[in-house]
Every structure is written in structure tokens, then in C-alpha cells.
């Protein structure tokens, strides 16, 4: 489960700091300020990704920019604000591929794609929620060309979006899956195959073949495939396709034609 939510602040200072760039410029008095919102915002993405979400405070920040903590409210309100820049940010930054050909399904791969590696050079991504999104034009532009993949398919306006959601929505979870297994060998300091090498004498005292038949089958296949229980890379691969073959039913389902629009017949002497 995610423990950051995104849109948690003030809507409309929120509003402002994400369109910044297209507001009219305000009158500053006073000295002139020494950083930009958009160096506060790259110093905050740098912290985060060396050291997680949840040592981007307000104080850390400050002190990584060399300034003092109030000092940090005059660029961004809070916290909560300042998460939904640095989500748009990257939204606005992200690479996009080019898809391996030009049918929907390696349109809608390329898309997969460039959000896991999105996550992946940002893990702390996968801890953050998005049901309500950041409003701002990274978002928005990530939206639109991410629609593009879909555009033209048959699908009417609602499909088209559940359809995009449902893949980010399978990426966002494979993300975090493979986020948890980066902290489980954080945490116990080992690796997947290490923990397993440790547990297995008492595994195989516990563990009863021929009562659990098809488990010990099935996973110690797997098992041997991947070198552990979970393979995060495995898991995106297969899933991703299963996901592709799934849409692709609703894609290429038949369509019914519209019937023409009847034509009311005028009486003559009318």
C-alpha cells in the first residue's frame, strides 16, 4: 500500500505551483531570491532518490539547499505541495520510447515501459498514490501522449481511459512489488538466495512433500528458474503480456456499424 498520497495540499497554491510558468510574472519586492522552485524541486527529487520519500522534510531539504527552514515556505506552502511538483516534474521529464512497430499493442508496450523505467530510476515513486493526480503539465502531457497509443482503435472516450489505466495500473503494481523485495534485502542484509539458503533446513523439516504435492512441484520450479520466490522482471514480462492479450480482446472485438439517422418524411401541404 502506498503511504504518500498526492494532491494532500492546498488546491490552489498547489494549482499555482504547478503552472508557474504560464502565470503572469508577480512583482517581487525585496531582495531577490538566491534558488527557484525549480532548484528547490531537483534538490527534494535528489534527496528522494538517495535516500527515500520519507527523508524529503522540510528541514533536510533546507538544510541540503544551505538555507533555513523558514526560508524553504517562501518557495513552496509545504510538503504536500512541494510532492506534487516533484511528481510532475518527472511526469514532464520522463523519456518515451519509440514502439517496435506502429499497431496498438507495441504503442501500449512502449507506454508500460517507459513508466517502469520511470520507477525504477525513482523508487519512491511506487510509495506514493496518485487517485488524485497532480493537475499540473506534466501530467497532463504524460496523459496525452500516453492516450496517443490508444487513439484511433475503436475504443469510445471511457474505454480509452480505462483501458491506459488498467497498464499503468499493472505497472504501478509491479512496481511496488519489486520495490518491497529491494527493502526486504535492505532490511535482513540479504540477498533472496542467501535468506533461502538460511531457511532451508528447517523448511525441509517442515515442509512435507507429498502433503502439498503440487506446491512443492510448481515452486520449486520456480524456484529454480528465477534463483528466488519472486522474480520482479519475470513477473513484469508475463504479466504485461497477459494484460496485452486481456485488452486485446476489447480491442479487436467487432464493431457494429451505426445505423443512419431516419429522415422524417415532411407531408406535403405542410
Known amino acids: 500500500m502506498a503511504s504518500h498520497r498526492s494532491s ?10 504547478l503552472w508557474r510558468d504560464s502565470l503572469p510574472v508577480k512583482a517581487q519586492r525585496g531582495p531577490k531570491q538566491a534558488l527557484t522552485v525549480t532548484a528547490v524541486v531537483a534538490a527534494a527529487v535528489a534527496l528522494a532518490d538517495a535516500e527515500g520519500l520519507d527523508a524529503v522534510t522540510m528541514r533536510a531539504l533546507a538544510g ?4 533555513a527552514p523558514m526560508a524553504l515556505y517562501t518557495y513552496v506552502p509545504g510538503r504536500a505541495e512541494l510532492i506534487d511538483v516533484m511528481l510532475d ?3 514532464a521529464g520522463m523519456a ?21 523505467a520511470l520507477f525504477h530510476e525513482h523508487p519512491w515513486l511506487a510509495e506514493v498514490s496518485t487517485t488524485r493526480p497532480p493537475l499540473g503539465p506534466g501530467q497532463l502531457a504524460k496523459y496525452e501522449y500516453e492516450l496517443q497509443a490508444l487513439e484511433g ?13 488498467f497498464v499503468l495500473g499493472f505497472v504501478e ?14 532490511e535482513s ?3 533472496d538466495g542467501a535468506w533461502w539458503e538460511a531457511n532451508a533446513p528447517l523448511l525441509t523439516r517442515m515442509f512435507d512433500p507429498e502433503r502439498y ?14 534463483g528466488a520466490a519472486y522474480n520482479p522482471d519475470h513477473a513484469y514480462a508475463f504479466g504485461l503480456e497477459r494484460i496485452l492479450d486481456g485488452l486485446s480482446v476489447l480491442m479487436e472485438r467487432p464493431r457494429t456499424p451505426r445505423a443512419p439517422a431516419r429522415k422524417t418524411a415532411r407531408k406535403r401541404g405542410g
Open 189 to 191: 542484509q540479504m540477498s
Open 213 to 226: 504435492p503440487i506446491a512443492s512441484r510448481v515452486g520449486s520450479a520456480a524456484g529454480a528458474a528465477h
Open 64 to 67: 541540503k539547499l544551505g538555507i
Open 153 to 165: 482503435e475503436g475504443l469510445d472516450d471511457v474505454e480509452q481511459d480505462a483501458a491506459l489505466m
Open 96 to 116: 518515451r520510447r519509440k514502439p517496435k512497430g506502429r499497431d496498438w499493442r507495441s504503442r501500449l508496450e512502449a507506454v508500460a515501459h517507459d513508466n517502469r
Open 8 to 17: 494532500m495540499g492546498d488546491p490552489t497554491r498547489t494549482l499555482e505551483l
Open 173 to 186: 503494481s509491479s512496481a511496488r512489488a519489486a520495490a518491497d523485495q529491494r527493502a526486504a534485502r535492505l
Open 89 to 91: 516534474t518527472l511526469y
